[in-house]
Every structure is written in structure tokens, then in C-alpha cells.
């Protein structure tokens, strides 16, 4: 049996048309800057997988891909 870590992050992180990981459009938020500030909370925690709803599920090395949009939205 292979563990893996994992976390739902739902809304909080959408996928765009070219297949990146990208912050919620701001269509959907009041707050788009508090939008931006949850995908910072993710990294608290430990997990190599990541659920989105709103594009492909990630599978391996997520944390490293969500590391790589906090810096672009930085």
C-alpha cells in the first residue's frame, strides 16, 4: 500500500486553461485578496497531492507547484 498526503483544497486553487495551477477568478470572490492569502495557508501543512474542484487533481510534488503560485501572486 502506498501513503501519500494529501489535501483538499477545493476552490481555493483553480487550474487555467493551459493546465497551471492559477488563484480563483475574481469573478467568484469579494475578497480577492483574501482569496490570494488562503493558497499561502496551504502551505502550513504537509502534502505531496493536491484536489482541486475546478481542474486536474495533482498527484505528486503538489506543495512545490503551490510554492511556485505564491511566489507569482507575491
Do not use: W
Not at 505531496?48 to 507547484?65: E, F, M, P, R, V
Amino acid at each position: 500500500m502506498i501513503e501519500q498526503k494529501a489535501i483538499i483544497a477545493g476552490d481555493t486553487i483553480f487550474e487555467n486553461e493551459e493546465g497551471n495551477l492559477c488563484p480563483p477568478p475574481e469573478k467568484y470572490f469579494l475578497d480577492v485578496e483574501q482569496a490570494t492569502s488562503e493558497i499561502k495557508r496551504l502551505l502550513k501543512y504537509d502534502f505531496d497531492a493536491l484536489l482541486i474542484t475546478h481542474g486536474k487533481d495533482i498527484k505528486k510534488d503538489a506543495k512545490k507547484l503551490v510554492e511556485s503560485l505564491v511566489q507569482e501572486t507575491d
